[in-house]
């Protein structure tokens, strides 16, 4: 898959079942380098370098909340 060289843009989704319910917002925009930055809850923190490693794969610049 190619990756996307810079980008402006905002995203929300929402997601609840029996098991599981979630909500996730992404809100970017044009920069120099590739900025991530994560508000993960206590118990998917350990998750934030998986986020930045997914975001790296894809994303070539941008500052991403």
């Not at 098991?19 to 590739?34: A, D, G, P, Q, W």
């Amino acid at each position: 898959m190619n990756t996307i060289s810079s980008m402006t843009g905002a995203a929300s989704v929402q997601y609840n079942s029996n098991e599981l319910s979630f909500s996730i917002t992404v809100k970017t925009v044009n920069n120099r380098f590739l900025d991530a930055y994560f508000k993960l809850s206590d118990n998917i923190a350990h998750l934030e370098s998986n986020f930045r490693a997914l975001c790296a794969e894809y994303l070539k610049r941008g500052k991403i909340e």
